[in-house]
């Protein structure tokens, strides 16, 4: 009897354990950012304490209603670049999970065009060029607040057309997304600027709900693990999304303008260098 009682305690052990396991509910879309959001987030939860297990959700929906269905406690966590609005309404777990890769924006250009960036030798020359962007989108306000000009549409496919037709200049990007975004609509002709790079901070933080602070710190303290021990970055670097955004830009060859993002929370990790992509390094 001794004998199956202890055993009995051993399965009951087991099941408190998995019944207490963490459940961590995320909505995951098609988008490569959301599948690096996710496995970044794994990286954190394998350098916890505790049991955890993340729940995924397919669905397409918006950032908007991302951002509503965790404040209804419907997800418990999300992904965005941040700005100062958002981290007023969630709390951001200030870990920049693509290192600022998403602030180094290349532009998209009709090739007839890359005498212009070619020329571009300071930023006087680069007040001269017209830039588009999606209204609302925040890189507007940074773009104008360093004196370059901007013009906007309400639609996203529009900026393809626009810049293909002579509407603006260029169309900057994330250097994780022009290749893709161009190969999607090859009857353009588009090309990548081979010349530039402007690089503003803007951190892609995960997200949870104001109240879940205690989440929020564990998985922080998570990533700082992951960080001292070299799985995060060997995360980040052998990305396969990341790997090619970093092949192709060829960013280290590039003409880099820094620019003031004005739109950063005052809490933004500016002084940790080690969150942040290094361009001398790569």
């Known amino acids: 009897m001794k004998y199956s009682s202890s055993i009995f ?6 099941l408190s354990g998995a019944v207490d396991a963490r459940k961590i509910r995320v909505n995951q879309t098609e988008h490569p950012l959301d599948a690096y959001a996710v496995g970044a987030l794994r990286v954190a939860l394998a350098n916890m304490p505790g049991d955890y297990e993340v729940v ?21 966590l999300m992904w965005l670049a941040s700005n100062a609005d958002a981290e007023e309404m969630l709390r951001p777990i200030r870990f920049p999970l693509l290192k600022g ?14 005498r212009k960036f070619t020329d571009v030798r300071n930023l006087d020359d680069l007040k ?18 360093n004196g370059l000009q901007v013009i906007t549409t309400s639609k996203y496919d529009n900026l393809f057309y626009m810049v293909e037709g002579g509407r603006f200049d260029g169309f900057p990007r994330g250097a994780n997304e022009p290749f893709t975004e161009i190969a999607a ?14 690089i503003y901070r803007l951190p892609f933080y995960l997200f949870v709900r104001q109240e879940d602070q205690a989440l929020a710190e564990a998985i922080h303290q998570g990533f700082e693990t992951a960080l001292a021990n ?11 999304m990341v790997k090619d955004a970093l092949e192709r830009s060829n960013m280290k060859a590039r003409r880099a303008f820094s620019l003031v993002n004005p739109n950063l929370h005052p809490q933004t990790p500016l002084e940790r260098e080690d969150y942040w992509l290094n361009l001398k390094e790569l």
Request: charged share 25%.
């Open 230 to 240: 070299g799985q995060f970055n060997t995360y980040f670097y052998n990305d396969p």
């Open 128 to 145: 001269k060029l017209t830039l588009g962007q999606g209204q609302g989108w925040p890189d507007v306000e940074i773009l104008r607040e």
């Open 9 to 14: 305690l051993l399965v009951l052990v087991f």
């Open 185 to 198: 609509r090859a009857d353009l002709g588009l090309t990548v600027d081979t010349d530039l790079v402007l």
């Open 56 to 76: 995924i959700n397919r669905e397409p929906i918006t950032q908007t209603r991302a951002i509503e269905e965790l404040q209804k406690n419907n997800m418990d």
């Open 101 to 114: 890769l998403l602030g180094h924006r290349i532009c998209i250009i009709n090739p007839e065009n890359q």
